[in-house]
């Protein structure tokens, strides 16, 4: 049985099926390449180790990023994701792209696979969508230029995938603020010599912070008789 046209665009990807060192859409001169429309799932490994990849254009019909989909995308430069209908990024989708610098999540995006950003060592900020509920183990992690985070409060108490680990989710940030109403836990960060540089400050910002009463004033001491 043959397909033809954006039908077999669309089966291939969603299947997967790639292999490492080859792009299912190869860049041009330029380093530019392009998912169409069409596609509504961009598999595993459809553009692991595409060395010669830059940037790429991904239509808003695609849903989600497969396991490995980008990994090892070393001189991937920039993902703008924001207006596409991606609800779930795989399982590292993205790790190793070592000159990723900016990134650009979907306000739908509901899911970030364990690893799918790890050794992104270019990356200096990352904005969390409203809508993410699940983030994987060690989606951070060893992203040694990563000085902001973004997290919406809707994480609750990082209900994570997998076994709910967040040993290593962060380690190696230097400056994380945390959205209020999110509870801080010891093993959020990783402490030790074979990691990235240690964490040297962390801010909490309320999203609804109470005033604090004031003090009330002391009595003043009786006049001596």
Same mark, same amino acid.
């Given at each position: 049985?043959?397909?033809?046209?954006?039908?077999?665009?669309?089966?291939l990807?969603?299947?997967?099926?790639?292999?490492?060192?080859?792009?299912?859409y190869?860049?041009?001169?330029?380093?530019?390449?392009?998912?169409?429309?069409?596609?509504?799932?961009?598999?595993?490994?459809?553009?692991?180790s595409?060395?010669?990849?830059?940037?790429?254009?991904?239509?808003?019909?695609?849903e989600?990023i497969?396991?490995?989909?980008?990994?090892?995308?070393?001189?991937?430069e920039?993902?703008?994701?924001?207006d596409?209908?991606i609800v779930? /990024? @795989?399982? *590292? $989708? !993205?790790?190793?792209?070592? +000159? =990723?610098?900016?990134?650009?999540? %979907?306000?739908?995006? #509901? &899911? /970030? @696979?364990? *690893? $799918? !950003?790890?050794?992104?060592? +270019? =990356?200096?900020?990352?904005?969390? %969508?409203?809508?993410? #509920? &699940?983030? @994987?183990? *060690? $989606? !951070?992690?060893?992203?040694? +230029? =990563?000085?902001?985070?973004?997290l %919406?409060?809707?994480?609750?108490?990082?209900?994570?995938?997998g076994?709910?680990s967040?040993?290593t =989710?962060?380690?190696?940030?230097?400056?994380?603020?945390i959205?209020?109403?999110?509870?801080?836990?010891?093993?959020?960060?990783?402490?030790n010599?074979?990691?990235?540089?240690?964490?040297r400050?962390?801010?909490?910002d309320?999203?609804?912070?109470?005033?604090?009463?004031?003090?009330?004033?002391?009595p003043?001491p009786?006049?001596?008789?």
């Amino acid at each position: 049985m043959r397909f033809s046209g954006a039908l077999a665009v669309s089966l291939l990807l969603s299947w997967g099926g790639g292999v490492e060192g080859s792009c299912l859409y190869p860049p041009d001169a330029s380093g530019h390449a392009t998912v169409p429309s069409g596609v509504t799932s961009i598999g595993s490994y459809s553009f692991a180790s595409c060395t010669s990849l830059v940037m790429i254009s991904i239509h808003a019909d695609v849903e989600r990023i497969g396991d490995s989909a980008f990994e090892g995308c070393t001189r991937l430069e920039s993902i703008d994701l924001s207006d596409t209908s991606i609800v779930a /990024i @795989g399982d *590292s $989708a !993205f790790q190793g792209c070592t +000159s =990723l610098t900016s990134v650009s999540l %979907p306000l739908v995006l #509901t &899911s /970030i @696979g364990s *690893s $799918a !950003f790890k050794l992104c060592t +270019s =990356l200096p900020t990352i904005r969390i %969508p409203q809508a993410v #509920t &699940s983030l @994987g183990e *060690s $989606a !951070f992690h060893s992203d040694s +230029s =990563l000085v902001s985070v973004s997290l %919406p409060p809707a994480l609750g108490e990082l209900v994570l995938a997998g076994d709910g680990s967040v040993s290593t =989710l962060f380690d190696g940030c230097t400056s994380l603020p945390i959205p209020g109403g999110i509870r801080l836990s010891t093993e959020l960060f990783s402490f030790n010599a074979a990691s990235a540089p240690a964490l040297r400050r962390l801010q909490v910002d309320e999203t609804s912070p109470s005033p604090s009463p004031s003090p009330e004033p002391s009595p003043s001491p009786s006049p001596a008789a």
